[in-house]
C-alpha cells in the first residue's frame, strides 16, 4: 500500500516571495509521483508529474518539484507567488503498475499583497 | 473540447435514499475513475471503469456502485446514503493507451450533501 504525508496543512505566504510544498510518500513498488491544484469549488488540475529520468521537474505556472529517492519525498517550489496561486495543493502517488491515485491532506496556500 | 463533465454539480438527498452522479469523458478518453473528497481531505479512489467493467476498486462498500455504457460515460450509484457520504465526488478521465494516471483529467465534481 502507499502512503502520503503532506507536511503543512497551511502555508500562508506573502506575494512574490517564494513558497515550498513538502510531501513525503511510503510505498514498496516503484511509484509515479503527481502535484494537483484546486482552487475554490473547482476540480483537480495537474501541475507536474515524476515518471522517471531527471528529478527536477518542471510543470505549469512557474511551479517545479524535485523527486528524492532516498528521502522518498517530492517537494513542490516556486520561486515567486502571485494572488492567483492561492489554493489548495495536493501530493499524490500511483504505483507504476496501477490505476489508483493515493492522495495525501492537501495543503493550503494563502498568497497576501 | 469539453473536458470531463459531470451532473449534477450539487445535490442534497436525505439518509437512506440512493444517488446517481454522472460524468462524461473528455474525448477520446475510455476510462474513467471516482473519487471522494470529504470535506478538507484528499480525495480517496472509489474504483474505476475500463471496457465498461469494473478493474480496480478502493476500500470502499458494497453501497458504491457504477456503470460505464458504451460510448465510455459513467454513472456512479450510492444507496442507502449515510451523513459520510457528504462529500465532493470526482471523475476522471484518461485513455487506456497512456501510462496510468499520467494523463488523468478531473472535472468539476459533484457535491453531496445528505441530510
Known amino acids: 500500500a502507499q502512503s502520503v504525508t503532506q507536511l503543512d496543512s497551511q502555508v500562508p505566504v506573502f506575494e512574490e516571495a517564494p513558497v515550498e510544498l513538502r510531501c513525503n510518500y511510503s510505498s514498496s513498488v516503484s511509484v509515479y509521483l503527481f502535484w494537483y491544484v484546486q482552487y475554490p469549488n473547482q476540480g483537480l488540475q495537474l501541475l507536474l508529474k515524476y515518471l522517471s529520468g531527471s528529478t527536477l521537474v518542471k510543470g505549469i505556472n512557474g511551479f517545479e518539484a524535485e523527486f528524492n529517492k532516498s528521502q522518498t519525498s517530492f517537494h513542490l517550489r516556486k520561486p515567486s507567488v502571485h494572488i492567483s496561486d492561492t489554493a489548495e495543493y495536493f501530493c499524490a502517488v500511483s504505483p507504476t503498475n496501477d490505476y489508483k491515485l493515493s492522495f495525501g491532506a492537501g495543503t493550503t496556500v494563502t498568497v497576501r499583497a | ?115
Open chain 2, 1 to 115: 473540447d469539453a473536458g470531463v463533465t459531470q451532473s449534477p454539480t450539487h445535490l442534497i438527498k436525505t439518509r437512506g435514499q440512493q444517488v446517481t452522479l454522472r460524468c462524461s469523458p473528455k474525448s477520446g478518453h475510455d476510462t474513467v475513475s471516482w473519487y471522494q473528497q470529504a470535506l478538507g481531505q484528499g480525495p480517496q479512489f472509489i474504483f474505476q471503469y475500463y471496457e465498461e467493467e469494473e478493474r480496480q476498486r478502493g476500500n470502499f462498500p458494497d453501497r458504491f456502485s457504477g456503470h460505464q455504457f458504451p460510448n465510455y460515460s459513467s454513472e456512479l450509484n450510492v444507496n442507502a446514503l449515510l451523513l459520510g457520504d457528504s462529500a465532493l465526488y470526482l471523475c476522471a478521465s484518461s485513455f487506456e493507451l497512456s501510462i496510468p494516471n499520467t494523463e488523468a483529467f478531473f472535472g468539476q465534481g459533484t457535491r453531496l450533501t445528505v441530510v
